[in-house]
């Protein structure tokens, strides 16, 4: 498997992993997900702090990550992880027919290598409490730990 920052080229084949990952959930739960409009996908900008890698396998993108480094926030709230640059996977993604095989686990080894090299110390994502997938993943396989929970309510 070889890991390297995504091209715009890539837009065929991160657009397939967008519209994997949107069937997902929209499989597992449609009053909560819909499939994803594709054609208005486009790739998350190149900016600084940054971070956009795929996964190649046999010449095929299998998996991709976005990743940011998010700036220190207020120094004097209740939550001492603000006060510091924190590293937030906003996006990883695993084609089906390659889940299980350690492309996203890698990708995410990487995202954080690549944050501790920019002095991070911290690591966050968030992912649908009820995915029989994502939820082992990050926390069995990536050893996250739930710490918040999102409540809605429709009005």
């Not at 590293?87 to 095989?101: G, M, N, P, V, Y």
């Not at 501790?116 to 996250?144: D, H, K, N, Q």
């Amino acid at each position: 498997m070889n890991l390297r920052p995504a091209r715009p080229e890539d837009r065929e084949a991160l657009a397939a992993l967008f519209a994997d990952f949107g069937d997902y959930y929209a499989e597992l739960a449609p009053h909560d997900f819909k499939r994803p409009d594709l054609a208005q996908f486009s790739p998350p900008p190149d900016a600084p702090d940054t971070l956009h890698l795929v996964a190649e396998q046999d010449g095929a993108i299998v998996a991709a990550i976005y990743a940011v480094i998010l700036p220190a926030e207020d120094e004097h709230g209740t939550d001492p992880g603000l006060a510091r640059p924190r590293l937030r996977i906003e996006f990883l993604a695993t084609s089906t027919a390659r889940r299980r095989t350690g492309a996203g686990t890698a990708l995410v080894e990487a995202a954080e290598t690549w944050a501790r090299e920019r002095g991070v110390t911290l690591a966050e994502t968030w992912t649908y409490a009820r995915s029989p997938l994502s939820m082992p993943f990050w926390t069995e396989r990536a050893g996250y730990e739930p710490r918040s929970v999102i409540l809605r309510k429709p009005l």
